[in-house]
């Protein structure tokens, strides 16, 4: 994608993309324009429309004399969506740990049990996504493409406080329809060290030292408030946002399955091999029953 | 619920904030800065829906940033508060509609500190004091009863790191 758009390729399928008709490319080029990214004298609203850019127009926003006479602008849902899921993400003195459940569900159904929830952007940045399923790879690709434009463009890496502005403002169009991300940013800069930032499709773009979000979140927010300390080890953050995470999809049906787990350094992200959380299950009711049969030998 | 008071004296404006960013039941953030400083003279103070907030206020600081640069000196809070609210109304019959309350406190070097009220229906009052939130329903009374314009600035109570 990136690089088809460096090259100036040319893609002759508009007639697919209803707003490649625009009149006014401005409004197309919202994120174009917004930066000033008109280099080489050349508007790149004139060069080519790659197909994301024109998909930034939500059918409502900013032009209200357009109208598309012949696109169903609602497309009836074949089952409810929901947004079941447990994500999270805290900073700690060793780095900052991504974890997310891997259960997609639709309504009362688990879709896939294997989803793959939190997703590298660059070497140093990954995100964590809930939400609506396909929103979140579809804006996770759009994030990793306009990332790495602007690496090639402008030879440096963008922050990932700018990477957070930027995606913040791609959603911001689609506010009010039915798009529904929530994301977390869990990257490390060179200057700045460790950084959080939870982006959401509402518009709210906050950057913080612990997050979780989903419908999970409430759960995994009583184990790490009770657990966090910025002096963790590196192993007792791991099985601290395992222990979060199994904590959730224990009491929250929408959020289950398996346990991934990312950790961001000053020299990149490493992934934990996915863990299922059956067997955090059983060690748990091993410790439990222990400790039981101690109290009865006590007493 | 998100709270904003600001008190006019004499000679200035205190304002305050609280520091939580929610998310329905769940506090995202309990150090959360409210406040956009637009000028060395101004500050607006935001809340409101989660995005709109920051959008509507990151535009506002730097148009009068803009005013600054392009020509070389300040638009005074009457004016600043004047294009806010212009801009609110602007888009409170489109399509996209800024759901955001405003508290924007400024000095202007010679009509004094100023405090103006506005609320997310584009309607601006300048007055000796306000709130926005919840919280208003319980303050204002207390305001209405105790404020006196001739108020003076406790500074010894108020360290850099806000009142004790």
Request: proline share 4%; hydrophobic share 35%; with cysteine.
């Amino acid at each position: 994608m990136a690089l088809e758009d460096i090259c100036r390729f040319k893609d002759r399928h508009h007639k697919w993309f209803p707003f490649s008709s625009l009149e006014d490319t401005d409004t197309s080029l919202y994120m174009m324009d917004y930066f000033n990214l008109r280099w080489r004298g050349l508007r790149t609203s004139e060069k080519n429309s790659a197909i994301p850019l024109d998909f930034f127009t939500p059918p409502s926003a900013n032009s209200a004399s357009f109208c598309l006479p012949n696109h169903s602008t609602t497309v009836r849902r074949p089952f409810p969506l929901s947004h079941g899921t447990t994500t999270l993400g805290f900073i700690f003195q060793g780095g900052v740990i991504a974890a997310a459940d891997t259960r997609a569900s639709a309504g009362g159904l688990v879709a896939c049990p294997a989803v793959h929830k939190i997703t590298p952007i660059h070497s140093h940045l990954v995100v964590t996504s809930s939400g609506s399923g396909a929103d979140c790879m579809l804006w996770e690709r759009i994030l990793t493409r306009e990332i790495r434009l602007y690496q090639l463009r402008h030879r440096r890496r963008l922050s990932i406080r700018g990477t957070a502005k930027l995606l913040s403002f791609m959603l911001h169009p689609f506010k009010g329809t039915e798009v529904c991300v929530a994301l977390t940013l869990c990257g490390w800069d060179k200057e700045s060290g460790p950084k959080l930032i939870y982006v959401c499709s509402d518009g709210a773009r906050l950057q913080g030292d612990i997050f979780s979000v989903g419908s999970g979140s409430p759960y995994a927010y009583g184990v790490l408030d009770g657990g966090l300390k910025w002096s963790l080890s590196k192993d007792e953050a791991i099985s601290l946002a395992r222990e979060a995470v199994f904590r959730a999809t224990h009491r929250d049906a929408y959020s289950g399955n398996n346990v991934d787990l990312f950790h961001i350094t000053a020299q990149g992200w490493s992934q934990r091999k996915r863990e299922d959380l059956k067997e955090e299950y059983y060690r748990d009711m091993e410790k439990r029953s222990k400790d039981r049969r101690g109290k009865i030998k006590r007493e | 619920m998100e709270y904003l008071i600001g008190i006019q004296g004499q000679d200035f404006v205190l304002v305050a904030a609280d520091n939580v960013a929610a998310s329905s039941i769940i506090q995202m953030k309990h150090d959360y800065d409210k406040m956009f400083k637009l000028s060395e003279k101004i500050l607006l103070l935001c809340v409101g829906e989660a995005g709109d907030t920051v959008q509507f206020a990151e535009y506002i600081q730097k148009n009068v940033q803009l005013y600054k640069m392009r020509n070389g000196y300040e638009l005074s809070p009457a004016a600043a508060a004047n294009f806010t609210r212009k801009n609110l109304a602007d888009y409170l019959r489109s399509r996209t509609p800024y759901h955001v309350n405003l508290l924007l406190a400024g000095y202007d070097d010679s009509d004094g500190p100023g405090l103006y009220y506005m609320d997310y229906l584009s309607s601006l009052a300048k007055a000796p004091f306000a709130a926005h939130g919840y919280g208003a329903f319980l303050t204002l009374s207390i305001l209405d009863r105790y404020y006196r314009p001739e108020m003076k600035l406790n500074l010894k109570k108020i360290t850099k790191t806000g009142p004790k």
